[in-house]
Every structure is written in structure tokens, then in C-alpha cells.
């Protein structure tokens, strides 16, 4: 029953893992190695139950959800500019985005809430 409810955690922590694992891509893509390192790191703080970790993820993730609008807008004008489709791009980037922003959400669940003990 331990392990159950352990992996049942990760399995609500997983919108997290693969929003920072996207994230990390994208910033190995960019040459943008410190930030690559951070969004790397970030999730090892999961395994700590302090309410404030889940609060600095949740930045993270903020702040990491305004990046890919961020790229969304230089790409889609980038390719406005040379003539070609962009549709497809917005449309892809735009529904990272949403992930990205809405994994911040996780930490709602009742379960983990008592897991990091936040309040609310």
C-alpha cells in the first residue's frame, strides 16, 4: 500500500516533471545552459516536503508558461515575415503554454497538499 501511494504522488507529479523536462529542452536548444540547469535541478526539490518548494516551483512553472509565449510570439513573426505557416507552430507552442501554466495546478489535490502541508 506504501508503494501504491508513492507512485500514485509521482503519477500527480508528472504534468511537473515533463512541463520542467520540456522546459530544459528548450533551453539546451537555446545555448541557455544556466537556466537549463535550474529548470533541471528544480524538480529534485520535489522530494523535500516544505510548502515553500511548492510555491517556488509554481514560479518556475509561471515564469517558464510566460517563456513559451514568449518564443510562440518571435516564431510566429518570424515566420509571418519569411511568408511561411504558422498556424501549426501557435497552435503547438500555445498548447505547451497552457500545459506548462496548468501542471502549477498539481499541487491542489488534497493529497498533495497534505504532502507539502500548504494551507488552503
Same mark, same amino acid.
Given at each position: 500500500?506504501?508503494i ?5 504522488k ?7 516533471? @515533463?512541463?520542467? @523536462? ?10 541557455l545552459?544556466?537556466? @537549463? ?13 516544505e ?20 518564443? @510562440? ?48
Amino acid at each position: 500500500m506504501v508503494i501504491q501511494i508513492k507512485f500514485m504522488k509521482i503519477l500527480r507529479l508528472s504534468p511537473v516533471f @515533463l512541463s520542467v @523536462l520540456l522546459l530544459s529542452a528548450h533551453f539546451y536548444r537555446a545555448n541557455l545552459y544556466l537556466l @537549463l540547469l535550474v529548470s533541471a535541478v528544480m524538480p529534485l526539490l520535489l522530494f523535500v516536503k516544505e510548502p515553500w518548494i511548492v510555491r517556488q516551483i509554481q514560479i518556475m512553472l509561471f515564469l517558464g508558461s510566460i517563456e513559451w509565449i514568449r518564443t @510562440l510570439y518571435l516564431l510566429v513573426e518570424e515566420r509571418k515575415a519569411l511568408g511561411e505557416s504558422w498556424m501549426r507552430l501557435a497552435i503547438i507552442l500555445g498548447s505547451v503554454a497552457l500545459f506548462t501554466l496548468l501542471s502549477a495546478l498539481v499541487f491542489q489535490t488534497r493529497s498533495l497538499k497534505e504532502h507539502y502541508r500548504t494551507r488552503n
